[in-house]
């Protein structure tokens, strides 16, 4: 599949930043950390910065981008419209609770639900990116069972390393909170080496024999059916080298993964200035991991139709 930087930049982006939000509330809801000014003020305006520009950034692979308000509308069938009304709805009980801990210092009564309503939007609005393309059927490295979970997987392990980072550059930082943002981490780390186990082994959903409903013999493409490229090939057809794959995929465990975890890990072990600094860096590097994995998850996926161009 065609790996477009607005979609890339967009999962990303509102990954990171629905994780942070949710996190971020829970903590202040059930006070563990303080409410701060401007902790709340850069927090959670860091958290909502990362989830506007990544939503905006959608829009951006439209080809009517001012029509994309046309999509609310149909919610019910639609995981790209259930996306876009839960991520408005989410708006609202963050923008309350983020009300009451900037401008009143309160984060606890009612304010405490309206963070607790925030944090569970924020999932339900992560889980409905992932159906986006788990609903997929044609895409075999989409629509399997690893789909849902490494999206919200990713989410936290970028939401909890950010927060992570907030935390010590106000002085808050925590050994638990570091500890589990390294577990994060670790287990983001495993779970993709599974799904890339469980892609490499996949083979297409159908063949040219079973599409065109001929068993006997071998049925391949005698010529094409465009004389030039198309959409469908544009956006369907895009392939990535086996040897470009696996050196993006050196890339992504590095950036995404391992050097995140050395930093969580001297975050830890290390004294103040050098724990603020790795603390600080991680979720910089993780980010930027991120985006490679996330150009990966696209790049690696094969349409079905490509069949059609004899490309399977």
């Known amino acids: 599949m065609h790996p477009a930087y607005s979609v890339i930049f967009f999962t990303t982006a509102t990954g990171a930043g629905y994780g942070l939000l949710a996190f971020l509330c829970l903590a202040a809801a059930f006070g563990l950390v303080p409410a701060d000014f401007w902790l709340g003020f850069v927090g959670l305006g860091l958290a909502l910065a990362l989830v506007s520009a990544g939503l905006l950034s959608s829009t951006g692979h439209l080809g009517r981008p001012e029509r994309a308000w046309r999509a609310f509308s149909q919610w019910r069938t639609s995981w790209l419209s259930r996306e876009g009304v839960l991520s408005v709805l989410t708006y609202i009980p963050a923008g309350l609770f983020g009300i009451g801990w900037v401008f009143f210092g309160q984060t606890q009564g009612w304010l405490a639900a309206a963070g607790l309503l925030a944090a569970a939007g924020a999932v339900a609005t992560v889980c409905t990116t992932a159906m986006i393309y788990a609903s997929l059927k044609p895409v075999a490295e989409w629509a399997s069972r690893y789909t849902l979970p490494a999206y919200l997987i990713f989410s936290a392990t970028t939401g909890c390393v950010l927060l992570n980072a907030l935390l010590a550059a106000f002085g808050l930082g925590a050994p638990w909170l570091a500890a589990a943002a390294l577990l994060f981490t670790l287990a983001g780390w495993a779970f ?73 890990a001297a975050a830890l072990a290390a004294p103040a200035p050098a724990a603020l600094a790795a603390a600080v860096l991680a979720p910089v590097v993780q980010l930027a991991g991120m985006l490679v994995e996330r150009w990966l998850f ?15």
């Open 192 to 264: 993709k080496e599974a799904v890339w186990r469980h892609n490499d082994r996949l083979a297409m959903p159908a063949t040219a024999n079973s599409a065109t409903g001929l068993a006997g013999g071998t049925v391949r493409s005698v010529e094409w059916p465009h004389t030039e490229r198309n959409y469908l090939l544009k956006e369907m057809g895009y392939r990535v080298a086996r040897k470009h794959a696996g050196r993006l995929r050196v890339v992504a465990r590095l950036t995404a993964f391992a050097i995140p975890a050395l930093l969580l």
């Open 298 to 312: 696209f790049a690696e996926a094969r349409h079905t139709v490509t069949l059609y161009y004899g490309l399977a």
